[in-house]
């Protein structure tokens, strides 16, 4: 039978206790992507969405969502976390943003769950800032891409 790390012995939900562990320094690297259509792409671009700077309001929410991470997933630890980036990369062949999150820490665990939130959030703000132009934006390929620190040590998404 597998060991789950959030369950204890009565199979009761229960944070991982993370006291022993060594404090190291920790990041992590998510990315995702939002397309859209070839008229929102070009709003997007030239900043002309009604509702303002569309990349600059995702990059505060993502910056945003990574330090609220443990509201919003079960079990989450509170951490303090020392940086977080976040960078948009147009890809006009495909009308879409490709979106890059980064989070540090020096703690007992991980970032992972926080960079990942940051580029779901952001590519949601997108979404949110340009439905009147485009309901059928796609939000996808959200995934870790690297991460270091801990005793897993590092890694490397490898693509398939």
Do not use: W
Not at 15 to 32: F, H, L, P, Y
Not at 57 to 69: E, L, N, P, V, Y
Not at 93 to 112: C, F, M
């Amino acid at each position: 039978m597998p060991i789950f790390t959030h369950l204890d012995s009565q199979g009761h939900v229960r944070m991982v206790d993370v006291t022993e562990k060594n404090s190291t320094e920790r990041i992590a690297v998510a990315q995702g992507k939002i397309s859209m259509n070839c008229d929102t792409f070009e709003k997007i671009q030239h900043q002309s969405v009604v509702k303002g700077n569309v990349l600059e309001t995702a990059r505060i929410a993502g910056i945003m969502a990574a330090k609220k991470t443990p509201d919003l997933i079960p079990m989450c630890h509170p951490l303090n976390i020392t940086h977080v980036n976040i960078d948009f990369f147009p890809c006009e062949d495909e009308t879409a943003y490709g979106i890059v999150a980064s989070v540090r820490l020096r703690g007992q665990t991980g970032v992972e769950m926080e960079a990942l939130t940051a580029v779901s959030v952001a590519a949601l703000t997108i979404y949110d800032m340009c439905k009147s132009y485009d309901k059928n934006m796609c939000i996808s390929d959200i995934y870790l891409t690297e991460k270091s620190g801990g005793k897993s040590g590092r890694f490397r998404r490898q693509d398939k």
